[in-house]
């Protein structure tokens, strides 16, 4: 069964730094794997998707890498901002089905201070 | 587009009342899937439609949970009897696969509480 884990679960760092949020899974076998950011009372927004068959994804400041391998993907974030305070998710597609196998992390809850 | 559209947005009732959960996903897609959230548990998936048709309910977690999807723009989850541990954030999501990319779009969330 697949099981994903985020450590920490909360993380505080000061504006402007750079920092790297951490997602592992124990199933290799995965068709994709998907990084959300949550704001408070809010639903997931989808930040990046990797392929399996792919090593990273960029987006602006963000990069997500993968490494299925080892069971792991990163999420950087460069020069972080007060706004990038949320909370963040991954979560992976196993393969053989769609986004209805995604299994989710609970997340690491950033907080940066101004 | 409005993106994918949850009501209610909050609802407090009473234990054993029944409870109607709406969702309106993007216009175009034909996935649509209903999850959970609480601190506990994370979040979960409940059930997910495709075209219409339920594909997977197992996430379902008893039989006083069902959710329908009469059409291709409206999706109900209903609970009855509504129990205080069903209280938590339900979210709807809908998504359309798109080559490989297949990107889940979320809506606010229905924040129920049962007392």
């Not at chain 2, 216009?27 to 979960?44: A, I, V």
């Amino acid at each position: 069964k697949q099981e994903v884990t985020q450590i920490p679960a909360a993380l505080s760092v000061p504006e402007g730094e750079n920092l790297v949020l951490n997602c592992s899974f124990t199933d290799s076998a995965i068709y994709n794997l998907q990084w959300f950011r949550q704001d408070p009372g809010k639903g997931l927004t989808s930040l990046l998707l990797i392929q399996s068959s792919q090593r990273e994804q960029t987006s602006g400041r963000l990069n997500a890498s993968l490494d299925k391998s080892s069971g792991r993907s990163t999420l950087y974030i460069a020069a972080s901002q007060p706004g990038d305070s949320a909370t963040y998710l991954c979560a992976v597609a196993n393969y053989g089905g769609s986004q209805g196998n995604l299994i989710f992390g609970k997340g690491t809850k950033l907080s940066v201070k101004p | 587009d409005a993106g994918v559209i949850q009501s209610p947005r909050h609802e407090v009732t009473e234990m054993g009342q029944e409870v109607t959960l709406r969702c309106k996903p993007i216009s175009g897609h034909d996935y649509l899937f209903w999850y959970r959230q609480t601190m506990m548990r994370g979040l979960e998936l409940l059930i997910y439609f495709n075209n219409n048709v339920p594909i997977d309910d197992s996430g379902m977690p008893e039989d006083r949970f069902s959710a329908k999807m009469p059409n291709a723009s409206f999706s109900t989850l209903k609970i009855q009897p509504s129990e205080p541990r069903d209280s938590a954030v339900y979210f709807c999501a809908s998504s359309l696969l798109q080559g490989l990319e297949e990107k889940l779009f979320f809506g606010s969330g229905t924040q129920l509480s049962v007392l």
